[in-house]
C-alpha cells in the first residue's frame, strides 16, 4: 500500500520529530511515498529542486498513493494543497491534530470531516494517533478503499 504523508516544511518544520514518529508507525501499514518529510535536513536536500519540479514529482507521488495522512498542526498552506488535491482525487484523509500546540485548527479541515473518507483525529500522544492510524486503516480496509 502506497501512503502519502503530509507534514508542514516551509511553513515550519518545529513538529519534525513527531514526523518521525508518525512515519515510522505508517511504515508498518505500507510504503512512504513522502518519508523525505520527516527528514530533519529535509530543506537541504531539496536545494537541488526547483518548485516546478517539488510539485510535479509530489502530484505524481499523490496520484499513486492509496491514502493520505496528513500531521496539520503547524499551519501550512502546502498541506492544505495536498489534502485539497487528495480530495479531488477521492483519496481517503486523515488529519492529525495536536490541540496543545496553541494553534487552532482550520474550520476548512475541521468542517470537511464525515468519518467516511476525510477524518480529524486530536492527539497529544504517540499512542493517540497510532490509534487513529490503526482505525483508519481498519476504516479504509474494510470499504475497500485501500
Same mark, same amino acid.
Given at each position: 500500500?502506497?501512503?502519502?504523508?503530509? #507534514?508542514?516544511?516551509?511553513? #515550519? $518544520?518545529? !513538529?519534525?520529530? &513527531?514526523? /518521525?514518529? &508518525?512515519?515510522?508507525?505508517?511504515?508498518?501499514? #505500507?510504503?512512504? %511515498?513522502?518519508?523525505?518529510?520527516?527528514? *530533519? =535536513?529535509?530543506?537541504?536536500?531539496?536545494?537541488?529542486?526547483? !518548485?516546478?519540479?517539488? %510539485?510535479?514529482? !509530489?502530484?505524481?507521488?499523490?496520484?499513486?498513493?492509496?491514502?493520505?495522512?496528513?500531521?496539520?498542526?503547524?499551519? +501550512?498552506?502546502?498541506?492544505?494543497?495536498?489534502?485539497? $488535491?487528495?480530495?479531488? %482525487?477521492?483519496? *481517503?484523509?486523515?488529519?492529525?491534530?495536536? *490541540?496543545?500546540?496553541?494553534? $487552532? %485548527?482550520?474550520?476548512?479541515?475541521?468542517?470537511?470531516?464525515?468519518?467516511?473518507? @476525510? @477524518?480529524? #483525529?486530536?492527539?497529544? /500522544?504517540? =499512542? !493517540?494517533?497510532?490509534?487513529? &492510524?490503526?482505525?483508519?486503516? +481498519?476504516?479504509?480496509?474494510?470499504?475497500?478503499?485501500?
Amino acid at each position: 500500500m502506497n501512503i502519502y504523508f503530509c #507534514g508542514s516544511i516551509r511553513g #515550519g $518544520r518545529q !513538529d519534525v520529530a &513527531i514526523y /518521525q514518529q &508518525i512515519v515510522t508507525c505508517l511504515k508498518t501499514y #505500507g510504503r512512504v %511515498l513522502t518519508e523525505h518529510v520527516a527528514f *530533519p =535536513e529535509l530543506e537541504i536536500s531539496e536545494k537541488s529542486l526547483n !518548485d516546478t519540479e517539488i %510539485l510535479e514529482r !509530489d502530484m505524481q507521488w499523490l496520484s499513486q498513493a492509496h491514502i493520505v495522512v496528513a500531521e496539520v498542526t503547524q499551519p +501550512s498552506l502546502g498541506v492544505g494543497f495536498e489534502i485539497a $488535491r487528495a480530495i479531488t %482525487l477521492n483519496k *481517503p484523509v486523515l488529519c492529525l491534530f495536536r *490541540p496543545s500546540s496553541g494553534h $487552532r %485548527l482550520s474550520a476548512l479541515i475541521r468542517g470537511s470531516a464525515n468519518n467516511r473518507s @476525510f @477524518f480529524v #483525529g486530536n492527539y497529544e /500522544q504517540r =499512542e !493517540d494517533f497510532e490509534k487513529f &492510524i490503526r482505525d483508519f486503516f +481498519s476504516y479504509c480496509s474494510q470499504k475497500r478503499t485501500v
